[in-house]
């Protein structure tokens, strides 16, 4: 654990000052923070964890540079992955489980960034099949996909993320996975445990009672992530306001490629990383 990647900043200016002004990051403080949370990260026995600069500093973005709340959400994600195996072990992209998922394209990060800089992802809830897949491989898949695609991205690290979560097809077989108890532990994830700044969650394709099953989400959330839901009834153009077209697979009416392509991508980029998925299976809490 005491080996790491050092971080050699290629931020462009505007990156620079977009980083300083909102996010508490300067070229003056950067190196001594993630030092902080390394020697933070060697003190704690059982905290299993890479120490690469970029790791850290992913954390540290999304937290605005405060240490306390750095050592909170990194503590947090470590330690919902080892009290969630269900999610976080057995992370073979080869499994049959999660080829079906890779398959199906639950979740589909997009290729090229938004305008801002911004991670775009495609979350397909109602893809997979209530009564044949289980929600907890839908849910690893998913993350799998999540963790390469943030591994190394640096725009998404400053910029954050923005959620499009299509509704489409949606039943009760599907709705009846997400139990409270679920859906806390996701939300926990999502505002408690990645390295990731949400800047919304658009949902489309929303059946009219969809608000009964997101209002339970939204008990878990806090105020500044319920402020950044957004819900469509009415097909799915009217969030092309946000997110422009030209980023967006053909079928969400954008131009770039087939659900398809996004598909054959990712999972070909996670079975290319499955020695990577086996190597940090080990970065847990252990009790």
């Known amino acids: 654990m005491t080996d790491s990647k050092v971080y050699v900043c290629q931020l462009s200016q505007k990156e620079r000052d977009y980083a300083a002004a909102n996010l508490n990051e300067t070229d003056d403080n950067r190196s001594q923070k993630i030092e902080e949370i390394r020697e933070w990260i060697l003190k704690n026995d059982n905290l299993h964890a890479c120490t690469d600069d970029f790791f850290i500093l992913r954390f540290l973005r999304a937290c605005k540079f405060n240490i306390e709340t750095t050592k909170y959400k990194f503590w947090n994600y470590h330690e919902q992955r080892g009290n969630s195996p269900e999610w976080y072990a057995n992370k073979d992209p080869f499994l049959v489980e999660l080829q079906d998922m890779f398959e199906l394209g639950v979740f589909l990060p997009m290729r090229k960034l938004d305008n801002e800089g911004r991670m775009v992802v495609l ?12 929600q907890a491989d839908m849910l690893k898949a998913s993350l799998m ?11 998404a690290s400053l910029h954050g993320i923005i959620a499009i979560l299509d509704l489409a097809g949606i039943s009760l077989g ?36 969809v608000n009964v099953v997101l ?26 306001d946000i997110v422009q077209c030209d980023i ?40």
């Open 248 to 287: 967006l697979p053909i079928e969400y009416g954008g131009t770039d490629g087939s659900i398809n392509d996004l598909k054959d991508y990712w999972k070909c980029q996670v079975e290319e990383n499955r020695a990577w998925f086996a190597m940090e299976e080990c970065y847990k809490v252990k009790n």
């Open 123 to 134: 979350i397909r809830i109602a893809a997979h099949d209530p009564n044949k897949h289980k």
């Open 145 to 155: 996909i999540l963790d390469l695609a943030i591994r190394e991205n640096e725009s």
């Open 215 to 240: 209002n339970v989400f939204k008990n878990f959330m806090v105020d500044k992530l319920k402020r950044r839901v957004h819900v469509y009834t009415r097909g799915k153009k009217t969030f092309l």
């Open 174 to 209: 599907h709705a009846i996975q997400f139990s409270p108890s679920v859906i806390k532990k996701l939300v926990h994830a999502w505002q408690g445990c990645y390295p990731l700044r949400i800047q919304a969650l658009e949902f489309i394709n929303s059946p009219t009672y």
